[in-house]
């Protein structure tokens, strides 16, 4: 693809373009003065909301407030707790024997995880699913989803949520450690965020955190047992766990790509960018370029060489770097490993399908089976 | 004097240090961070903390 068309554009529903080598996506990324985000990572024109829709300088008072509750260390701190909710996940179904993993595990797993991280109850947060699931869908139409301001059932369960936290914290209750009591109680620069605010985050980390690891945890668990001869390498040598989540994360990104908007009229390849046009950053291209990573740039190796595995796109690069990386890797290393302990011989017994959304790849279903002790 | 480093093993290549603290930190061509102040004194210690807390890889210390 990069080869023949390294600069693609399209016309539907209005001119876009799309960057597939990996050189153009680090060069995109990199200017993010002129590459901007105002517009939104999707294709439609968003503005408003937190993080991903925000430039410099205001951008940063998104992260730094963020990463008072979401800190890597913080995150990475929460290894025992998600050993332990994967294993009591795993102790549901363990005794089936067959089953579709995407259902039974890897669509909890983060949700289980975000729920506790950011104070929510899982029940209402398995429930909220469709609604993040249709953010990403393509018959979603742009705009519709994820508008803390509209009365929806995820903003009318955050707001009760927001005014019971107000309401403990005025009455100098102790609030719960997790990131809601964070939004709900921070200060930065001397500002404080309101409801609409707390809402937009906690919508945001909801989405961004839920489907992406679902297909990290999907894609590598697949790919590993298509691959028996790298399966018995990782279960012989554990310490190769967490190449083998990077090679994943290379291999087959969970988000194929996402946009950027141009401030002024610009060059790409020879063509003329005319001013706030949308251009897509294909991470899932980027991470297969034969230029960049040699010939074997298709084959999925849990061997191949860390120092040159960990630059990957699946995270994105640079400023909106993703905030959620060192949660995902973990939990996907923790359920990899969970999975392939407790779950012996574990085999397909079909062809997985294929996820609709156009912006994500991964898998849909994962039909296996499992010997029972 | 506290020194400022990167491990560059454990770096992911965020870009991250560069952008927070183009003071202490910064991108070569190839997208890999270097120290541009490693002995940082002043409000920049607390600029290398800021960095140092929001590494998404743990990659960066100030080592005495
Ligand atoms: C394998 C799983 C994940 C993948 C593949 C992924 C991917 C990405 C990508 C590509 C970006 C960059 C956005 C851009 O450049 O416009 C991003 C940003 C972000 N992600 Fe993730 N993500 C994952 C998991 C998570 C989790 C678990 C969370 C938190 C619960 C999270 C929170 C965020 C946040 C807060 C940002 C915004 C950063 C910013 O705009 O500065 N992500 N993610
Ligand atoms: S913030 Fe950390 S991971 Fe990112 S480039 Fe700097 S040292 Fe590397």
């Known amino acids: 693809m990069q080869r023949e068309c390294p600069f ?15 050189a153009d996506v680090a060069a995109l990324l990199k200017d993010w003065d002129l590459w901007t985000s105002f517009s939104g990572p999707g294709l439609a024109h968003q503005t408003g909301g937190v993080l991903v829709t925000v430039d410099p300088p205001e951008h940063l008072f998104d992260r730094r407030l963020i990463n008072q509750a979401f800190s890597p260390a913080q995150l990475l701190a929460m290894e025992d707790d998600i050993t332990a909710l994967i294993g009591e996940l795993i102790d549901r179904f363990v005794a089936d024997g067959q089953g579709d993993l995407v259902q039974l595990f890897t669509v909890p797993v983060p949700l289980i995880v975000i ?24 018959n979603t139409p742009p705009g519709k989803i994820d508008r803390p301001q509209e009365d929806t059932p995820q903003t009318r369960y955050f707001k009760q949520m927001i005014d019971q ?99 002024r009229e610009t060059e790409v390849h020879g063509v003329t960018i005319p001013e706030d046009t949308k251009v897509i950053c294909m991470f899932g291209a980027a991470n297969i370029d034969p230029q960049f990573w040699g010939e074997d740039a298709g084959e999925f190796n849990i061997r191949r060489n860390p120092q040159l595995t960990k630059r990957h796109y699946a995270f994105g690069k640079g400023i909106h770097y993703c905030m959620g990386a060192p949660l995902a890797r973990l939990e996907a290393r923790v359920a990899v490993k969970a999975i392939f302990e407790r779950l012996p011989n574990l085999r397909l017994t079909g062809e997985p399908k294929e996820i609709a959304a156009h912006v994500m790849h991964g898998v849909d279903s994962l039909p296996v089976a499992w010997d029972i002790a | 004097m506290a020194k400022l480093v990167i491990d560059l093993h454990k770096c992911l290549n965020s870009g991250q240090c560069a952008y927070l603290q183009p003071e202490l930190f910064a991108l070569n061509d190839d997208g890999e961070p270097r120290v541009v102040d490693s002995a940082p004194t002043g409000d920049l210690i607390a600029k290398a903390n800021d960095a140092i807390t929001m590494c998404p890889a743990q990659a960066i210390s100030l080592e005495d």
């Open chain 1, 8 to 22: 693609a554009h399209t016309s539907k529903p209005f001119d876009w373009y799309a960057v597939t080598r990996e």
């Open chain 1, 165 to 263: 936290r107000r309401d403990m914290h005025s009455k100098g209750e102790t609030l719960p450690d997790d990131v809601l009591t964070t939004l709900v109680t921070a200060e930065l620069d001397g500002r404080r965020l309101n409801d609409v605010e707390v809402m937009g985050f906690m919508g945001f980390l909801y989405i961004a955190g839920s489907q992406t690891t679902t297909q990290l945890i999907g894609n590598l668990i697949y790919r590993l047992l298509q691959h028996p001869e790298q399966l018995d390498l990782l279960i012989n040598d554990w310490s190769l766990l967490p190449n083998a989540v990077e090679e994943s994360l290379r291999f087959d990104s969970p988000v194929n790509g996402l946009f950027r908007t141009n401030t």
């Open chain 1, 115 to 138: 729920s506790r991280l950011l104070g929510l109850d899982e029940d209402q947060v398995t429930q909220m699913r469709p609604l993040a699931d249709a953010v990403i869908h393509p």
